[in-house]
């Protein structure tokens, strides 16, 4: 089968960028652990922002709360001028549809084509029916195409997705995210298990889609190096609080000390 042709100047732009704003959110899970404490926050629309802390510091409840995955206790939250944090039913499907999400552990279908695993971020813009039957449109195909296509692995479309590397699965996820055409891309850990190399190359295929689509970008990561280099603001938490808040490029290593309240070891560097 031949490979789809993407038609240049068609791609179908992101919608306005959407800030966020977390006002005095405390996240209080049902065994009493406490994932954030009393938050407040405001992220403009099309920022960079790598949020940094060590495991358990809150970072993935923090992005959590932004698309209502996790229930917030106390406080707002409130994204492109939307309240998620009381968002039920249709209304948080709604808010959801506008909010790309690239996890870790990939969360691919493996069994099927790539092309299949990112015309998943066109659920919400598809009609039940379509989806059912697996005929999509072809608007939402080229979509797709050009999702793949502005991660560099359009030659990939029509590969199971089990057969992919670790950074090519992650592309995929990726593309999946930008085919919802999202206002907002949240990207938690996403370099955690790659190798060097591939992680600065998803890193950059994250600070492209910040540059060129203009989309609000959030990514949890451990890595001062990769922070530095790819944020253009750092958000740093532990214990569940904002403990530095301030430009990427300004961030010295005492900064990543206090926010991992710890000496800094070769495993926060990726490039160690």
């Known amino acids: ?36 404490r009393g938050v407040d926050l405001e992220i403009a629309p099309g920022e960079m922002v790598c949020i940094v802390g060590l495991s358990g510091s809150g970072k ?24 998620v944090d009381n968002a039920r039913g249709k209304r948080l499907r709604h808010l959801r549809g506008q909010i790309g999400m690239v996890f870790q552990g990939f969360n691919l279908a493996g069994r099927t084509t790539v092309l299949n695993n990112v015309l998943v971020g066109r659920l919400t813009h598809t009609p039940y029916w379509r989806t059912l039957a697996g005929a999509y449109r072809d608007a939402d195909k080229q979509i797709a195409f050009e999702a793949l296509d502005r991660v560099g692995i359009l030659s990939k479309v029509w590969d199971r997705a089990s057969a992919l590397s670790g950074g090519q699965q992650q592309r995929v996820a990726i ?30 295929d994250l600070r492209r889609i910040n540059a060129d689509l203009g989309i609000t970008v959030l990514v949890n990561i451990h890595l001062l190096d990769l922070a530095r280099q790819y944020g253009a603001r750092i958000i740093g938490m532990r214990a569940g609080e904002v403990v530095f808040d301030g430009p990427a490029a300004s961030a010295t290593d005492a900064d990543f000390e206090n926010i991992y309240g710890r000496s800094l070891t070769g495993d926060d560097r990726l490039d160690r």
Do not use: C, F, K
């Open 1 to 36: 089968m031949t490979d789809p042709i993407v038609a240049q100047g068609t791609e179908a732009a992101a919608s306005a960028p959407w800030g966020i704003r977390l006002d005095g959110v405390t996240v209080r899970y049902p065994n009493g652990t406490v994932g954030l």
């Open 60 to 83: 993935s409840t923090l992005i959590r709360t932004i698309n209502g995955l996790v229930p917030v206790t106390e406080g707002t939250v409130t994204v492109g001028g939307e309240r």
């Open 175 to 204: 593309a999946r995210a930008l085919a919802q055409q999202p206002r907002i891309v949240l990207a938690d850990e996403p370099v955690a298990s790659l190798d060097p190399p591939t992680a600065h190359g998803v890193m950059g």
